[in-house]
């Protein structure tokens, strides 16, 4: 009996020591050999090790090594300097035992988020073809670009896992991320030449309350709050942030970009407000000053449930860019379809979203962003002459009828108009329309646009009047 008792505890002793022996650092998935570090900033590394422990972290661009202590239940936490971009690069860990991270990149970091146009993957969804996607996966096997894809998943609490990896471009992994997000990081690695991390977390079908927490929906009344025995939904308020946005707080990011809105042209009037709430909300936790917050104004399509709603969506997102600190909006009136809520010409949104982040972000001054924006009605003679900011250079429609202007008189009854480009004015008349008095702009579900600056960028929907 004493002999079985002293092999017991030898071997329980023996287990021990292996244990401890393979004891390692562990780090949150998005922290991992083959990731992008934010360059030249103060990034956050974090995770856990043995109670009371002493850690440290070599990191190989300067060969500094820091030194830590983990807390009582083994978290750790540690704010380190980058430099300007380059690599791969190494990180070691080491809490007794080591953990050597490698073919770390030094670069750019966007997170990329919203619903199913967002979350559309190069290879497209069924029946719904992303276009030229096999030309962009021809050219996907890009050394200088890193993924990181987000599972779709929904939690009532906060959550700090995830089950995602950073990934190399080629085409298997491209064909499964976001289209969008894709092309934009693979946009700004051309041009900044510089390595450039995307972060995918994108839903398709949610509403933007499920990207936010209670609290920071505060004042908002146009939603519904579960009861607490209630099944999630993945439109509950919270339960998206929860479990695809808090697992990746702290991670040094440059900017996030933006395609979500369909689901809220039930509730459009408080979507602006809305955005801005998330926008700081999301801000405030990553405590990284108003970081760049680029974002789509959808697209026109014929919807079937509530006829003509997304019009005052097109509105709410457009006031949104005063809201939100540091934000622009790309507009798409001209890239939708009527078949399908998702478009296929993803390409087009995503340099529309880069020009904002290269002028804007990183100074290169002479691209354009923003295309003619609504300034000013006149009517003479029986004609509404339209003035415009946002034009140095002109309008044009690319030798094609302007298409989708609408004309009133004070009877509040719209005639489809005919307009032209006259000048840096467009004149809209209808000979139905006496003395006009309300223009409109693309502003029907269905409506497209094909109004321009003569540097290519589409007005957005507008309407001179406020009925």
């Given at each position: 009996?004493?002999?079985?008792?002293?092999?017991?505890?030898?071997?329980?002793?023996?287990?021990?020591?292996?244990?401890i022996?393979?004891a390692?650092?562990?780090?949150?998935?998005?922290?991992?050999?083959?990731?992008?570090?934010?360059q030249?900033t103060?990034?956050?590394?974090?995770?856990?090790?043995?109670?009371?422990?002493?850690?440290?972290?070599?990191?190989?661009w300067?060969?500094?090594?820091?030194?830590?202590?983990?807390?009582?239940?083994?978290?750790?936490?540690?704010?380190?300097?980058?430099?300007?971009?380059?690599?791969?690069y190494k990180?070691?860990?080491?809490?007794?035992?080591?953990?050597?991270?490698?073919?770390?990149?030094?670069?750019?970091?966007?997170?990329?988020?919203?619903?199913?146009?967002?979350?559309?993957?190069?290879?497209?969804?069924?029946?719904?073809?992303?276009?030229?996607?096999?030309?962009?996966?021809?050219?996907?096997?890009?050394?200088?670009?890193?993924?990181?894809?987000?599972?779709?998943?929904m939690?009532?609490?906060?959550?700090?896992?995830?089950?995602?990896?950073?990934?190399?471009?080629?085409?298997?992994?491209?064909?499964?991320?976001?289209?969008?997000?894709?092309?934009?990081?693979?946009?700004?690695?051309?041009?900044?030449?510089?390595?450039?991390?995307?972060i995918?977390?994108?839903?398709?079908?949610t509403?933007?309350?499920?990207?936010?927490?209670?609290?920071?929906?505060?004042?908002?009344?146009?939603?519904k709050?579960?009861?607490?025995?209630?099944?999630?939904?993945?439109?509950?308020?919270?339960?998206?942030?929860?479990?695809?946005?808090?697992?990746?707080?702290?991670?040094?990011?440059?900017?996030?970009?933006?395609?979500?809105?369909?689901?809220?042209r039930?509730?459009?009037?408080?979507?602006?407000?809305?955005?801005?709430?998330?926008?700081?909300?999301?801000?405030?936790?990553?405590?990284r000053?108003?970081w760049?917050?680029?974002?789509?104004?959808?697209?026109?399509?014929?919807?079937?449930?509530?006829?003509?709603?997304?019009?005052?969506?097109?509105?709410?997102?457009?006031?949104?860019?005063?809201?939100?600190?540091?934000?622009?909006?790309?507009?798409?009136?001209?890239?939708?379809?009527?078949?399908?809520?998702?478009?296929?010409?993803?390409?087009?949104i995503?340099?529309?979203l880069?020009?904002?982040?290269?002028?804007?972000?990183?100074?290169?001054?002479?691209?354009?962003?923003?295309?003619?924006?609504?300034?000013?009605?006149k009517?003479?003679?029986?004609?509404a002459?339209?003035?415009?900011?946002?034009?140095?250079?002109?309008?044009?429609?690319?030798?094609?009828?302007?298409?989708s202007?609408?004309?009133?008189?004070?009877?509040?009854?719209?005639?489809p108009?005919?307009?032209?480009?006259?000048?840096?004015?467009?004149?809209?008349q209808?000979?139905?329309?006496?003395?006009?008095?309300?223009?409109?702009?693309?502003?029907?579900d269905?409506?497209?646009?094909?109004?321009?600056?003569?540097?290519?960028?589409p007005?957005q929907?507008?309407?001179?009047?406020?009925?």
């Amino acid at each position: 009996m004493k002999l079985k008792l002293s092999i017991s505890v030898v071997l329980f002793t023996l287990f021990v020591r292996t244990d401890i022996l393979k004891a390692n650092v562990s780090l949150p998935a998005i922290i991992s050999s083959g990731m992008v570090l934010q360059q030249q900033t103060q990034v956050s590394l974090w995770g856990k090790a043995k109670a009371n422990t002493k850690v440290t972290i070599l990191t190989s661009w300067n060969q500094k090594l820091h030194t830590l202590s983990s807390s009582k239940d083994g978290s750790w936490r540690l704010s380190v300097l980058t430099p300007k971009a380059g690599g791969p690069y190494k990180i070691t860990f080491n809490d007794g035992s080591k953990l050597v991270l490698e073919d770390i990149l030094i670069g750019e970091v966007w997170l990329c988020s919203g619903q199913s146009n967002m979350e559309m993957p190069v290879k497209g969804f069924g029946n719904q073809p992303v276009l030229n996607s096999n030309d962009i996966l021809t050219e996907a096997e890009e050394p200088g670009v890193r993924l990181f894809r987000i599972e779709k998943k929904m939690s009532k609490t906060p959550q700090t896992e995830l089950n995602a990896k950073w990934e190399n471009t080629n085409a298997s992994t491209v064909k499964e991320f976001s289209a969008v997000g894709y092309q934009f990081a693979r946009i700004l690695q051309q041009r900044l030449k510089v390595p450039v991390g995307i972060i995918q977390s994108a839903y398709g079908g949610t509403d933007i309350e499920a990207w936010m927490d209670l609290k920071s929906l505060t004042g908002f009344n146009d939603f519904k709050i579960p009861a607490d025995t209630a099944k999630s939904t993945k439109n509950d308020p919270g339960v998206l942030f929860n479990a695809m946005i808090n697992p990746i707080i702290g991670y040094s990011i440059k900017g996030t970009i933006w395609y979500q809105g369909e689901n809220n042209r039930f509730n459009s009037h408080s979507y602006d407000k809305k955005m801005a709430a998330m926008v700081k909300f999301w801000r405030g936790l990553w405590a990284r000053g108003n970081w760049p917050f680029y974002y789509v104004q959808i697209a026109p399509n014929v919807y079937k449930d509530v006829a003509d709603s997304i019009p005052l969506l097109y509105e709410a997102q457009s006031r949104a860019m005063v809201l939100i600190p540091n934000s622009g909006m790309a507009v798409s009136v001209d890239a939708g379809s009527m078949k399908t809520i998702h478009p296929p010409d993803k390409t087009i949104i995503s340099k529309r979203l880069a020009y904002w982040a290269l002028n804007k972000t990183y100074g290169k001054t002479g691209i354009t962003y923003m295309g003619p924006v609504y300034k000013t009605l006149k009517v003479t003679g029986g004609k509404a002459i339209l003035g415009f900011d946002e034009i140095p250079n002109g309008l044009t429609a690319y030798d094609k009828p302007l298409i989708s202007f609408e004309i009133s008189g004070s009877d509040k009854v719209f005639y489809p108009a005919e307009a032209t480009i006259s000048g840096k004015t467009v004149v809209v008349q209808n000979d139905a329309v006496k003395s006009p008095v309300a223009v409109r702009y693309a502003f029907k579900d269905r409506f497209s646009g094909n109004l321009y600056n003569t540097e290519g960028i589409p007005a957005q929907p507008f309407r001179t009047d406020n009925w």
